[in-house]
């Protein structure tokens, strides 16, 4: 129902990994998982070697960027498992990363799914219709997501289009009641997160999973 929204993690300068005996060569921790940068960096390239065979070339990719965005999708796989979600059927996807794409989009739906909207602070209730209301693509996608999430027939959705057509304060309605499920998200990913020891080294970059990055913040702490 909902796309996982990683595709617009933040990226910052990379940082050099401090010497730390327990977390020399550990890419994350989850709880009681420890990824290893060579697993994690082994997905990266095996990416960036597809997007080479297809044509691309080297100042098509952004490395910083792939290895953060990667970083983001392991994280968001184990912290489901580390939840006790249900893993999906990953076999027909192409490789590892993919897999654990389909497995983190998944368990991202579901904490969608049962997280207990919670009313918006002021501040979120501004910038969230600054944010939404003049981009029409991410507009578009909140409509949807909030006519999915209702279970709106076709009928529906018809009458909430020319309803909203005839009345702004509609669509305002709309993009408020989806922010304020993003916002019970964005909670219980910060207690996720707290609960499991969530952590990432700093030579991913800087990691937030929120629903609206902006808007609503999940900040992976680094170690």
């Known amino acids: 129902m909902r796309k996982l929204r990683l595709v617009a993690v933040a990226s910052i300068g990379l940082l050099a990994l401090g010497a730390c005996?327990?977390?020399q060569g550990a890419a994350m921790f989850v709880g009681d998982q420890r990824v290893t940068e060579a697993t994690l960096d082994g997905y990266v390239d095996g990416e960036i070697d597809a997007y080479l065979e297809q044509g691309a070339t080297l100042?098509?990719?952004?490395?910083?960027?792939?290895r953060t965005q990667a970083a983001a999708i392991v994280l968001v796989a184990e912290l489901?498992?580390?939840?006790?979600?249900?893993?999906?059927?990953?076999?027909?996807?192409?490789?590892?990363?993919?897999?654990q794409?389909?497995?983190?989009?998944?368990?991202?739906?579901?904490?969608?799914?049962?997280?207990?909207?919670?009313?918006?602070?002021?501040?979120?209730?501004?910038?969230l219709m600054a944010t939404v209301m003049p981009d029409q693509n991410l507009l578009q996608r909140v409509v949807e997501e909030w006519a999915?999430?209702?279970?709106?027939?076709?009928?529906e959705f018809t009458e909430f289009t020319m309803a909203a057509q005839s009345d702004p304060t509609v669509i305002?309605?709309?993009?408020?009641?989806?922010?304020?499920?993003?916002?019970?998200?964005?909670?219980?990913l910060n207690g996720y997160i707290a609960?499991?020891?969530?952590?990432?080294?700093?030579?991913?970059?800087?990691?937030d999973i929120s629903p609206l990055i902006g808007v609503f913040k999940v900040e992976v702490p680094q170690r």
Request: charged residues 30%.
């Open 21 to 23: 005996g327990s977390q």
């Open 59 to 66: 100042a098509d990719i952004s490395y910083g960027d792939s």
């Open 80 to 99: 489901g498992r580390a939840i006790g979600l249900e893993a999906p059927d990953t076999h027909g996807a192409a490789n590892e990363l993919e897999a």
């Open 101 to 127: 794409l389909i497995e983190a989009g998944k368990y991202y739906d579901e904490l969608t799914e049962a997280a207990e909207p919670r009313e918006l602070t002021e501040t979120e209730d501004d910038v």
């Open 148 to 155: 999915t999430s209702e279970g709106l027939t076709q009928e």
């Open 172 to 188: 305002e309605e709309v993009v408020r009641a989806w922010g304020e499920q993003q916002a019970g998200l964005a909670d219980d």
């Open 195 to 207: 609960e499991y020891d969530v952590s990432v080294n700093p030579r991913y970059g800087a990691i």
